[in-house]
Antibody
Framework: EVQLLESGGGLVQPRGSLRLSCAAS????????MNWVRQAPGKGLEWVSG????????FYADSVRGRFTISRDNSKDTVYLQMNSLRADDTAVYYC?????????????WGQGTLVTVSS | EIVMTQSSVTLSVSPGERVTLSCRAR??????LAWYQQKPGQAPRLLIY???TRATGISPRFSGSGSGTEFTLTISSLQSEDFALYYC?????????FGQGTKLEIK
């Protein structure tokens, strides 16, 4: 069974940092690109970042470029999102999601999400 | 980025009815459109990709159609478990973008 399990969310102060992890299982990890998609409380979905299977191509939404860094460790079947300079509007549930083609991403499946709250 | 517009924020429908949800792209996205279902407290689930291809394990009650800028998701004979939020998403242009969602509620 394909599973994605996020961790690392929590409460952080504005301008602080946090690293999210997403552990994958049940599929050949390197075959797939991985993404982070977020959902602010009561709001819609926003794609945040993506990385190809080899880990050498990364992509970011304008809203996070320069502050967030996506990476993956294919030996551990895990993708990460390093979030720096966090702002209140980064508060959201962050989902990890798989896609086959990083340049034509539709997302299946999604993890259960991890909540990031940026507040003083 | 491409703006995706779902014409209805909320639709009130009775169980057993057929319902059609709409999604419009500001410019052509060919057939590079996906639909997701999200229930309260859960992650989204892929229903349709390529505008009309059902994802693995998705009931034939769900069907998608459209191309270019106009798309629809049809649910035939609504079941209780179908009352949820539905999002469309384009992946033709970078970055991928979502509609604002349509909530299906019980009438």
């Amino acid at each position: 069974e394909v599973q994605l399990l996020e961790s690392g969310g929590g409460l952080v102060q504005p301008r602080g940092s946090l690293r999210l992890s997403c552990a994958a299982s049940g599929f050949t990890f390197t075959t797939y690109a991985m993404n982070w998609v977020r959902q602010a409380p009561g709001k819609g979905l926003e794609w945040v970042s993506g990385i190809n299977g080899g880990g050498d191509s990364t992509f970011y939404a304008d809203s996070v470029r320069g502050r967030f860094t996506i990476s993956r460790d294919n030996s551990k079947d895990t993708v990460y999102l390093q979030m720096n300079s966090l702002r209140a509007d980064d508060t959201a549930v962050y989902y990890c999601a798989r896609c086959l083609f990083i340049r034509a991403p539709y997302f299946d499946p999604w993890g259960q999400g991890t909540l990031v709250t940026v507040s003083s | 980025e491409i703006v995706m517009t779902q014409s209805s924020v909320t639709l009130s429908v009775s169980p057993g009815e057929r319902v059609t949800l709409s999604c419009r792209a500001r410019q052509s996205i060919r057939n590079n459109l996906a639909w997701y279902q999200q229930k309260p407290g859960q992650a989204p689930r892929l229903l349709i990709y390529g505008a009309s291809t059902r994802a693995t394990g998705i009931s034939p009650r769900f069907s998608g159609s459209g191309s270019g800028t106009e798309f629809t998701l049809t649910i035939s004979s609504l079941q209780s478990e179908d009352f949820a939020l539905y999002y469309c998403q384009q992946y033709n242009n970078w970055p991928p973008t979502f509609g604002q969602g349509t909530k299906l509620e019980i009438k």
